[in-house]
C-alpha cells in the first residue's frame, strides 16, 4: 500500500519568494520539493501514514538529518529522514543528484585536461569546491561509472516496438574536436509503458557501431518485437537486417516528409508535394494507401521523374504501420515519440558543450536517460495492449 501527503503545496512565504526573487529562489524550491519527496518515500518506507497504528509498520521513524550537496543552483541542505532500524536512503534525492554528478565530472574532467575555457573552471570551482585533483575526478568517476554500467547491461526481456534513433555530440580527441554518434534504444514493453532499452556512444556511426549495439541489445534478451521504428540513419538498415532481419521496419514518416523535398525540381510545388505524401500516410488502410500512392507517382512521372522514382521507391517503407492496431499506429508512424528525450539531452549536454572524451559523454547522456527510462515506467500506460491488439500481415 502507497500512502502520500494530501494535498501537499508549497509554502504561501515560498511562493511569495519566487515572485519576489525569480530563479533566484530556485535553491529553496528545490530544498522544499526534495525534503517532501523524501518524507513521502520514508512514509511508504514505513507502511504506514504518521502516527498510525498497524500491523503492517515496517520500521520507525527517526527524525532528519542535515546533508549538504553542492548542485548547479549551488549548496543546498537537505533534510534526510532518518529510519531508527537503518536500511533506509531515499532515492528522491538519489534521481536528483545523479545527473548532476555525471555533468560535474565531465566538466571536472575538462578542467583536469587543460581543456576548459575560463568559464569551465569557474563553474568546476564553484560545483566541486576550489582545487579539482585528477584522482579525486578518476575516483568520482568510477563510482558513478559502476551504476551506469549496471543499468546498460540490466538483463531485458520481451518488448513489442523497439524505436532506435542516433543523436551527436562534440567530442575531443588527439587535439581535434570530432562528432560521436550517440545510438539510443526505447521501446514499449507488453504492458503498454516505454523503456529506455541503451545507449552507446562512439566516433562512428557505421554499420559496426550499429550492429554492435544491436547486437548487445539481443545479448541482454531482448526478444519478442513486432516492429522497428526509425529514421534512414546511415549503417543503421544493413545492421538492422543483420540482426533482426524477420521484424519489419517502419521508416519514420516525417523523416520521409522532410527528405522528399531534395527531390521535388520547384519550390512552388513543395507545398503541394506535402500534401500529397500526407494523403498517403493519412489513408484509412494499406490498400487505399497503395492507390494513393500509385497516382502520386503517375502525377509527377513526366514532370519530376526524379521525385516519382524516390516516391515509389521510399514511401512504402512508410507504410509498414497499417498492418498494426489502428489505436497503436498514431505513435507507430514516426520516431517523434523521443523529441522529448532529444530536448533533455540537449538542455543537460549543452552546458558541456564539448565532451573531453566518449567516456565522458556516456556518462551523462546515460545519466540523464535512467532519469527518463525511471519517469516512463512510472508514467501512464503509453500504448493500450488487448486480445485485439496484434498485427495483421494481410
Not at 129 to 145: C, F, H, K, N, Y
Not at 325 to 353: F, I, M
Request: glycine share 6%; hydrophobic share 40%.
Amino acid at each position: 500500500m502507497t500512502y502520500q501527503h494530501p494535498d501537499f503545496t508549497l509554502p504561501a512565504e515560498l511562493l511569495e519568494q519566487i515572485a519576489e526573487q525569480g530563479f533566484e529562489a530556485l535553491p529553496e524550491l528545490i530544498r522544499t520539493v526534495i525534503n517532501e519527496a523524501m518524507r513521502m518515500e520514508r512514509q511508504n518506507h514505513l507502511g504506514v501514514a504518521p502516527y498510525q497504528r498497524s500491523p503492517e509498520r515496517r520500521g520507525h521513524g527517526n527524525g532528519f538529518k542535515d546533508h549538504s550537496t553542492r548542485t548547479r543552483m549551488g549548496e543546498i541542505t537537505f533534510a534526510i529522514p532518518q529510519v531508527r532500524e537503518g536500511g533506509f536512503f531515499p532515492q528522491a534525492l538519489e534521481k536528483g543528484l545523479r545527473s548532476e554528478r555525471a555533468l560535474t565530472l565531465s566538466l571536472a574532467e575538462m578542467y583536469v585536461q587543460g581543456v576548459s575555457t575560463r568559464k569551465v573552471s569557474a563553474i568546476v570551482e564553484e560545483l566541486c569546491g576550489s582545487s579539482v585533483s585528477s584522482s579525486q575526478v578518476s575516483r568520482a568517476a568510477g563510482l558513478l561509472d559502476e551504476k551506469l554500467e549496471a543499468w546498460r547491461q540490466r538483463p531485458l526481456g520481451e518488448m513489442v516496438y523497439l524505436y532506435l534513433d542516433a543523436r551527436y555530440e562534440k567530442v575531443r580527441q588527439d587535439g581535434q574536436i570530432r562528432d560521436a554518434a550517440v545510438l539510443i534504444a526505447t521501446a514499449v514493453d507488453p504492458t503498454g509503458h516505454r523503456q529506455v532499452l541503451g545507449v552507446s556512444v562512439a566516433l562512428s556511426e557505421q554499420e559496426v557501431h550499429w550492429r554492435t549495439f544491436l547486437q548487445s541489445l539481443v545479448a541482454r534478451g531482448l526478444r519478442g518485437l513486432q516492429l522497428i521504428i526509425s529514421d534512414d540513419h546511415a549503417g543503421l538498415q544493413a545492421a538492422r537486417q543483420a540482426v533482426f532481419g524477420a521484424v519489419p521496419w517502419q521508416r519514420c514518416q516525417f523523416h520521409l516528409q522532410h527528405n522528399a523535398r531534395a527531390y521535388v525540381p520547384r519550390k512552388e510545388l513543395q507545398a503541394e508535394v506535402a500534401a500529397d505524401i500526407r494523403m498517403i500516410f493519412n489513408a484509412p488502410n494499406r490498400t487505399t494507401a497503395n492507390e494513393y500512392l500509385t497516382r502520386t507517382v503517375q502525377k509527377y512521372a513526366k514532370n519530376a521523374t526524379k521525385l516519382a522514382d524516390w516516391l515509389e521507391r521510399s514511401i512504402p517503407e512508410g507504410l509498414a504501420v497499417f498492418a498494426f492496431p489502428a489505436g497503436h499506429q498514431r505513435r507507430l508512424r514516426t520516431s517523434n515519440s523521443l523529441e522529448r528525450l532529444n530536448r533533455e539531452l540537449d538542455r543537460r549536454t549543452k552546458v558541456v558543450s564539448i565532451f573531453p572524451n566518449e567516456a565522458a559523454c556516456l556518462r551523462l547522456v546515460s545519466a540523464v536517460l535512467i532519469e527518463v527510462d525511471e519517469e516512463w515506467q512510472s508514467d501512464r500506460v503509453y500504448l493500450s495492449f488487448d486480445a485485439a491488439d496484434s498485427p495483421s500481415w494481410s
